[in-house]
Structures are given as C-alpha cells and as structure tokens.
C-alpha cells in the first residue's frame, strides 16, 4: 500500500507508553494486551512493535524472524489465557472493507465462549 504508516494511531501510543494497556506479554517483537472493549470473556490483542499498518503491509515486509515470533506470541498468548482447552478464535481486519480501526497491525485473541458463525 502506499499509505503512510500515521505514528499517531493508538497502539504506537501504547507502544511509547503514552497510553496505559493491560499487559500480558512482551518479546523483542510482539506486545500482547486485553482489548478495551472485549467482544468475548477473553479478548486480546496481539500487534508488533514494529510499524506496520495492516497484515498484507506485515505478510510483506517483516522479517521472517518476526513473523515466526509473532506467530508463536499468538498462540502462547491465547494457551496463557487459558484458552487451550475451550478452544479460540484468531482474526485479522485488514483494510476498508474489514471495519479495520486501529491503522497498526494486530490479531485479535478470542474465547471463553462458543464463538459462532462470525460473531
Ligand atoms: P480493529 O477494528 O482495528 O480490527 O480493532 C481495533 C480494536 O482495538 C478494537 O477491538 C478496539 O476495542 C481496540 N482498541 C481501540 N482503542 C484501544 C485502546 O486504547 N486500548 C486497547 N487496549 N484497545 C483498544
């Protein structure tokens, strides 16, 4: 895409540190933390610390390093939550057409209830 990363997104705030987020891990790569406004019992987010704006931008241009940690950070995360057993859901929205908000890559982490079709 030609569009230009916007360092002022809120997650490249909470990467800075200029706003608060509840943790749950951090690597060298990837920091994960609850989502604001959970659409489940569980609700995640994992996003690199990296600046990419979407996951095409990431599938693009992250090292594969990168993409091997964040990967693994997805799904460390979701079995620390407690996710393991009841199973989960992971989600990209990428783009317009996705509702995608935050301008800064991220998975969503979801659980801790029968998921349905897309809800
Ligand atoms: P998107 O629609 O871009 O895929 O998802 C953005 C997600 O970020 C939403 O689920 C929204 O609740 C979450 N979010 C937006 N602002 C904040 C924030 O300041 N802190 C946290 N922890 N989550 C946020």
Known sequence: SHTKYDPQNVFAKILRKEIPCKAIYE?????????IAP???????????????????????????EIVAFTKAVAFVAKELGLSEGGYRVIS???????????????????????????
């Open 93 to 119: 929205n990428t783009g317009k057409d996705s509702g995608q908000e935050v301008p800064h890559f991220h998975m969503h982490i979801m659980g801790g209830r029968p998921m349905g079709f897309m809800g």
């Open 39 to 65: 659409q489940a019992p569980v609700h995640a987010l994992v996003i690199p610390k990296n600046p990419y704006i979407s996951y095409a931008e990431f599938a693009e241009r992250a090292a594969p390093e």
């Open 27 to 35: 690597n060298d790569f990837v920091l994960a933390f609850h989502d």
